[in-house]
């Protein structure tokens, strides 16, 4: 399980980077971590990402590179230069891939991002990895995915909630496992599939907690990030 408190990263899914920058100059400075995603990107582009870099955040670039190994590494190469904390690549992309993406946040010196590797989207259930040809139910198709990224050199996975103990049980202690779908109790479960609470992805040995609509949409963005924070300091793990 994890040894701290797991970092929570702040989601943010919008379409308007204005409304994120709102967003975040409402957030305690520097409290969590910022997750910016495929829309918010393609809309403000690398100066949004700059722009909080610069302003001491802790940015999750989550873009989920997954392409042949050169053009990951390069893509690898470029969020290294933008001085992201964290970055992601698909597991499916393949070993060779996870290791071009490794010797790319790896050229960058001691100072690199975290890279880790997304296994099963908390979208899918066992029909829609029939769909598209993955054998296994979500925990075994993620456990088999976790383990290459590992032996592939990279520091973590994204996974479900409900994947992280039996991961966190067979990869130790030091492996990331980056947690989305988390939705404090009550909250609506909105698209995603499989959903955990923020105390039980902690007791379960997540190290990174993914949070958008609870947070993002709250009448009080900065209250019901600091409601969170408190469940979780207040968890046994």
Not at 31 to 56: D, N, Q, S, T, Y
Not at 166 to 195: C, E, M, N
Request: glycine letters at 10%; one cysteine or more; a negative charge.
């Amino acid at each position: 399980m994890s040894q701290v408190p797991p970092n929570i990263i702040v989601a943010l899914d919008y379409s308007d980077p204005e409304q994120a920058i709102q967003l975040v100059n409402q957030l305690p400075n520097q409290a969590c971590c910022l997750k910016v995603g495929k829309e918010l990107f393609v809309r403000g582009g690398p100066a949004l990402v700059e722009r909080w870099v610069k302003a001491g955040w802790r940015v999750f670039l989550d873009l989920k590179f997954h392409d042949i190994p050169h053009t990951v590494e390069a893509a690898c190469q470029a969020a290294t230069d933008l001085g992201v904390w964290m970055v992601d690549v698909h597991a499916l992309g393949g070993s060779e891939m996870l290791e071009a993406a490794r010797d790319a946040v790896e050229a960058g010196g001691g100072d690199r991002p975290l890279l880790i590797a997304v296994t099963i989207l908390t979208s899918h259930q066992l029909s829609t990895l029939e769909e598209v040809g993955i054998a296994g139910n979500p925990m075994q198709a993620a456990g088999r995915l976790a383990r290459l990224a590992q032996k592939s050199g990279l520091d973590g996975v994204v996974c479900s909630g409900h994947e992280v103990e039996g991961l966190r049980d067979h990869l130790g202690a030091q492996f990331r496992l980056v947690t989305p779908g988390i939705r404090p109790a009550g909250a609506a479960q909105d698209d995603q599939k499989r959903i955990m609470t923020p105390e039980a992805a902690v007791r379960a040995g997540a190290s990174d907690l993914v949070i958008g609509r609870p947070i993002t949409r709250a009448d009080d963005p900065a209250a019901a990030l600091t409601a969170i924070q408190t469940a979780i300091q207040r968890t046994e793990f």
